[in-house]
C-alpha cells in the first residue's frame, strides 16, 4: 500500500481557497463556526482515519463481510467506524442543533466524509447510511419517531438503511410489492423482500433501523402509492427494552469490490409480525426519499473521486520508486551504460497519471461545489437567492454523480496501467481501488439514468433557467480568465465548447418538441459525458485563475510548484480531454438511430 491516501493540501485549497468556505460561514446557520474550529475538525478526522480506517483497507478486502448464522460477519473497524465516528461527530455533523447536530456547512461535512472514503471506502458507508436514514426521520417522521430513533442513530449506537430495491425490481420503483397493512396499533404490518441493501446487518449492531419503501393496501398503482415507514430490527418498548422485529437477513451478497461493506438481502414479516411506522403522510414515500437523494449522490460522487485519488497517490508514489528503461538519446537510441530511469521520467507514463491527477482534483472541486451550492440554498433566507441555488444544484447533481465515477473508472484503470504487470496482482493496491470504484456508476441510479435525468428533466427544468444560470457561471470564469494573457486561449477554447453545446441542444430539442422522447434520450450518455468535460474544464480554468492570483500575488501559504502544478493540470485537460466534445458533438448531431428497436430484427 502507499504511504499516503490523499493529498491533504489539495482537499483545502479547494475547501478554503478556490470555493471559499468563509463566505458560506458568513450565514447565520453556521455563525458559531469559523476556519480554525472547521480545520481542526478536518485535522481530527485525518488523524482518526491515519489511525482507524487506512491500516485495515486491504484486509478487509481479503478478510470479506459474510453471512454465518442469521446475521453478516463485518470486520471489528466497523464497530469502531461507528462508535468512534457517532463520538466525533462524523454522524450528526450536518444535523440541525435541534436535532442533536453540529450544524456544520456540509462543504466542511464533505470534506471530512472524503477524507474517510480515500482512506478505506469500505467503511464510511456504515456511518453514512446511518447519517441518511436518520435525516429521513429527523425531516418527516413525527416526534415519538424522532425521539425514539434519532439520537441513538447520531451517536452511533443504532445504524440506520435505506431499503428501495427489490429482487423483481431494480432502478423500478413503481413495481416494488412490499406490503404494509394497517393496524389499530397505530403501526403497519410489514411483509416483502429487500435486496441490494448496503450496512444491512452486522454482529456489531445493538439495532438497525431501516427505512423501507412499501406500497399500504389498496394504494395507487406506481410510484404514486408508495409509502416510507421505520422498520426497526428490533422495536424497543416503552421502558426501552428491543424485541425481535421480524427482520430476517437472509443473505449476503458477495461482490467484486467494496468487500469489506455489506449488502445484504433482507425479508419482512416472515413469521407475520414485522411492524413498521408510517412516514409523514400515505403514498409520498418516493417524494421523501428523492428529497434526501441529492446528498446521496453527492455522497456516490465524493466516494468515487475519493477512490480516485487514493488510486493516484498510490500509482504516483510507485512511479517515483520504480526504475525501467532509459530515456532515448538525440540520435533516438538508447544507451544500455547509463542508469535506468524512475518511470515518472517516461512522457507516457506522465501523461497517465496527469490524467489520474485532472480527473481526481477536478472530481473532489465538483463535490465541493455541490456541497457548497446545497449551503448556500439551506442557509439563505434571500428567496431569489435560493432559487437559484436550487436550481444550480439540479442541475449539477447527475454530473457530480456521475463523472467521479465514470471517469474515475478511466483514472484508476490508468493507475493499474502505470505499474504494468504488477498492477495486476493482488501484492499492489491498485486492483482493490479498480474494483472497488466500479460500483460507484451503479450506486444510487445507474449512469444511464442520471443521463436521462440531466437531458430529460434538468436541461429543460424551469423552461432552461436551471441551464441558463449554469451557462452564466461557466461565462463568468471565461471573463475572469481572459484577464490573463497566458489564460485567454483557454477561455476562448471553453468558450467555443459552450457554444457548441448550445448547437447539440438545437439539435436534440425539436425531437422532445414533438413528443419524441425515445429519440430525444436515445444518446442521453453521450451528452452526460459531453457535459462533464464542459463542466469539469470549467472548474479546472477556475483552479488555474485562483493559483494565476496566488502566484501574482506572491502568496506563500503553498508552494510556487502547488500553483504551477494547478495551471499544469489544466493545460493537460484542455489538450487531452476537452477536444473529445467535439467527436461527440458530432455522433450526438448525427442523423443515424441505431439503438432504438424498431421492428426489423437486428442481433445486438
Not at 450528526?92 to 480515500?118: E, N, R, V
Request: proline share 3%; net charge negative.
Amino acid at each position: 500500500m502507499a504511504k499516503e491516501y490523499l493529498d491533504i493540501d489539495t482537499l483545502k485549497y479547494l475547501l478554503y481557497d478556490v470555493h471559499s468556505l468563509e463566505d458560506v460561514l458568513q450565514y447565520e446557520r453556521f455563525q458559531d463556526h469559523d476556519l480554525g474550529s472547521v480545520d481542526m475538525f478536518v485535522d481530527s478526522v485525518k488523524e482518526f482515519s491515519d489511525r482507524e480506517l487506512f491500516p485495515y483497507f486491504k484486509e478487509m478486502d481479503e478478510n470479506p463481510a459474510h453471512y454465518k448464522d442469521g446475521t453478516v460477519m463485518v470486520h471489528k473497524q466497523v464497530d469502531v467506524m461507528m462508535k468512534k465516528g457517532g463520538e466525533m461527530g462524523l454522524i450528526a455533523a450536518p444535523f440541525d442543533y435541534k436535532d442533536g447536530g453540529l450544524q456544520l456547512p456540509s462543504m466542511a461535512y464533505t470534506s471530512t466524509a472524503y477524507i474517510l472514503d480515500a482512506a478505506n471506502n469500505h467503511l464510511p458507508g456504515y456511518a453514512g447510511l446511518t447519517l441518511g436514514s436518520a435525516e429521513l426521520i429527523a425531516h418527516f417522521a413525527n416526534e415519538e419517531l424522532n425521539a425514539t430513533y434519532v439520537p441513538k442513530m447520531l451517536a452511533g449506537e443504532w445504524a440506520g438503511t435505506m431499503c428501495l430495491t427489490e429482487p423483481q425490481a431494480g432502478s423500478s420503483l413503481s413495481d416494488i410489492t412490499t406490503k404494509a397493512i394497517p393496524t389499530e396499533g397505530g403501526f403497519y404490518k410489514i411483509n416483502g423482500q429487500k435486496i441490494f441493501i448496503s450496512g444491512g446487518d452486522t454482529q456489531y449492531a445493538e439495532n438497525i433501523i431501516h427505512l423501507v419503501l412499501a406500497r399500504i393496501e389498496g394504494a395507487p398503482a406506481g410510484t404514486k402509492g408508495i409509502s416510507l415507514f421505520v422498520v426497526p430490527k428490533n422495536r424497543p418498548d416503552t421502558d426501552g427494552n428491543l424485541n425481535y422485529n421480524d427482520v430476517t437477513t437472509v443473505a449476503d451478497f458477495q461482490k467484486m469490490g467494496q468487500r469489506g461493506y455489506c449488502t445484504t438481502h433482507l425479508g419482512f414479516g416472515d413469521k407475520d409480525d414485522c411492524r413498521g411506522w408510517l412516514v409523514g403522510e400515505p403514498h409520498q414515500g418516493l417524494k421523501y426519499m428523492f428529497l434526501m437523494m441529492n446528498g446521496a449522490r453527492i455522497a456516490v460522487g465524493r466516494g468515487a473521486a475519493a477512490i480516485a485519488m487514493a488510486a493516484y497517490q498510490a500509482s504516483l508514489e510507485y512511479a517515483n520508486e520504480r526504475p525501467q528503461g532509459r530515456k532515448l538519446t538525440s540520435t533516438g537510441k538508447k544507451n544500455p551504460d547509463e542508469n535506468q530511469s524512475l518511470i515518472i521520467e517516461h512522457p507516457d507514463v506522465r501523461r497517465m497519471l496527469l490524467l489520474q491527477k485532472a480527473i481526481a482534483e477536478a472530481s473532489l472541486s465538483l463535490v465541493l461545489l455541490a456541497s457548497r451550492y446545497q449551503d448556500i440554498k439551506q442557509a439563505t433566507k434571500d428567496e431569489g437567492e435560493r432559487t437559484k441555488y436550487h436550481l444550480l444544484l439540479e442541475m449539477i447533481i447527475p454530473i457530480v454523480k456521475t463523472f467521479p465515477s465514470e471517469a474515475g473508472a478511466v483514472a484508476v484503470n490508468n493507475g493499474v496501467q502505470v505499474l504494468g504487470g504488477y498492477g495486476f496482482c493482488s501484492d499492489f493496491i491498485l486492483q482493490q481501488y479498480y474494483r472497488d470504484i466500479r460500483i460507484s456508476a451503479i450506486y444510487e441510479g445507474t449512469t444511464g439514468i442520471q443521463s436521462q435525468d440531466l437531458l430529460g428533466r434538468k436541461i429543460a427544468m424551469e423552461n432552461g433557467k436551471a441551464l441558463e444560470l449554469l451557462a452564466a457561471e461557466i461565462m463568468a470564469t471565461i471573463t475572469a480568465a481572459s484577464a490573463y494573457d497566458d489564460l485567454k486561449p483557454y477561455a476562448g477554447m471553453l468558450g467555443a465548447k459552450l457554444k457548441l453545446s448550445q448547437e447539440v441542444l438545437a439539435h436534440l430539442m425539436p425531437f422532445a418538441q414533438k413528443g419524441d422522447y425515445e429519440r430525444y434520450l436515445a444518446d442521453a450518455n453521450l451528452f452526460m459525458e459531453f457535459m462533464s468535460i464542459v463542466v469539469i474544464s470549467w472548474l479546472w480554468l477556475d483552479m488555474a485563475i485562483k493559483a494565476k492570483q496566488s502566484l501574482l500575488k506572491g502568496d506563500t501559504k503553498y508552494s510556487e510548484a502547488f500553483y504551477e502544478s494547478k495551471i499544469h493540470t489544466m493545460r493537460f485537460y484542455f489538450k487531452y480531454e476537452l477536444p473529445k466534445t467535439t467527436g461527440l458533438a458530432e455522433s450526438l448531431m448525427n442523423s443515424e438511430v441505431l439503438t432504438i428497436k424498431t421492428n426489423k430484427e437486428v442481433f445486438v
